[in-house]
């Protein structure tokens, strides 16, 4: 009995999936949709971002989480100063992981706590994410992801490059901007809200994509 309940739940899900996916591409048959939508799609492929996950919501673990972030922001903006491609920063961290690992376990201790920390390079699945005026459409990024303790609480992400991240006094001349990077049309996806329920369409396409492994 538990088994066909079971069935009869996977069996609900992929039906919603289907139907979802069939309203999406209904949507993909109107040019300017698919046109906004393949602009999106190529945007994972130019950034490269940081992800900080907290141990937990309390209101201390979030207090070290930015604690982390704001230390680790301090290294990359070294690391990555010389970097003019998504590529080149990729390889920066890869080849200090152990260090920036060192780095945020330094942090972490330096305020009191044990936890552990794992810091990766991953490919991982994120949603429509605001930040300031800019809106990264959902999809598979490239990221650094530090994950703090049991990684259980609310994150924290913003784009290592180009270096969004970094404060404008902070930043090198000649450090790529978002702009350096993504092609008119794209920048003009990005930029504002004027196309939140597009953007929102392309979320559930990209989370059915995720899901089903495309």
């Known amino acids: 009995k538990q088994k066909e309940v079971l069935f009869m739940t996977k069996l609900k899900y992929i039906e919603k999936a ?15 949709f698919t046109a906004f939508a393949a602009q999106c799609e190529q945007i994972p492929n130019e950034v490269f971002r940081l992800h900080v996950l907290a141990n937990s919501d309390s209101e201390e673990d979030q207090a070290l989480k930015l604690k982390v972030r704001d230390r680790l922001l301090d290294e990359t903006g070294t690391l990555f100063s010389e970097c003019t491609t998504k590529e080149e920063a990729m390889s920066a961290a890869k080849a200090n992981i152990a260090y920036l690992e060192q780095v945020a376990q330094d942090e972490i201790y330096k305020q009191g706590y044990t936890y552990g920390v794992t810091v990766e390079v991953e490919n991982i699945f994120f ?7 800019i809106t990264m459409p959902a999809g598979n990024y490239d990221a650094l992801r530090v ?25 090198r001349e000649g450090m790529p901007e978002l702009d350096d990077v993504l092609t008119d049309e794209q920048m003009s996806a990005v930029e504002g809200n004027q196309y939140e329920v597009k953007f929102k369409t392309v979320e559930i396409y990209e989370s059915i994509k995720s899901w089903f492994g495309w």
């Open 147 to 171: 994950l703090i303790g049991e990684g259980a609480g609310q994150n924290w992400w913003c784009v290592l490059f180009p270096a969004m991240c970094l404060p404008a006094a902070e930043k």
């Open 127 to 133: 949603n429509n994410r605001q930040y300031d005026d």
């Open 18 to 32: 289907l139907l979802i996916g069939f309203v999406i591409a209904i949507l993909f048959s109107f040019t300017s």
